[in-house]
């Protein structure tokens, strides 16, 4: 799923918070040292960020405007300060929700996978990009790319991962993929789409992407 970067002094309530999105599939980063979080940062490189505000050394307002110095990465603010000024400082910082302590975990996990589904899952046809869960496909150039690194594919491959990024979320079956492939029901190869597919899913390997296509058995594909 998404790499997600808790900067909480709380041991406690960041155990917790970690707990919560491990349990979505998240890959969790909990920030120990509060004096090398941007060095931590450019190292994980996360897709969301949690940020407290009261934190020692400096407060979460300066760590908000370090980030945003080199990094677009959606924000949110975990914090007991609820003043109007705290919120309109975050939110002018670059921050992208404010959540006020204590909350629900249940609640938090929700905002979170909202605003990751609102940042990374989206249709950009003006530049035929096809973007889920921070993998971006071009159908302009074959290529996929993933956290910084990328693989090409062939003309059959780029349109079964097309229709099955499409339909993400949604059982895709081998007979509409081949039929996607040679547009007729006459030219079915059942071996040539299991050869396309395995190709697929090496390359994806390549780029750290080893379960995204899922396997339905007796039914097809699935990109979750």
Known sequence: MFKIMIIEDDIALKNQIGEGLSRWGHTIHKI?????????FKSFEPQLVLLDINLPFYDGFHWCNEIR???K?????????NSNMDVIMGVNLGADDYIQKPFSI????????ALLRRTYNFV?????????????LDLSTAVVSYDNNSIELTKNELKILHELMKN???IVS?????????DSDWFVDDNTLTVNINRIRSKLKEIDLDNFIETKRGLGYIIL
């Open 32 to 40: 120990n040292d509060l004096e090398k979080i941007i060095e931590e």
């Open 69 to 71: 110095k080199i990094s």
């Open 73 to 81: 990465v959606p924000i949110i603010f975990i914090s007991s300060r």
């Open 106 to 113: 249940d609640v938090l996990v929700a905002k979170v996978n």
């Open 124 to 136: 950009d046809n003006s530049s035929d990009k096809i973007v889920h869960n921070g993998v971006t």
């Open 168 to 170: 993400k979320s949604q």
């Open 174 to 182: 081998r007979d509409k993929l081949m039929k996607k492939l040679w």
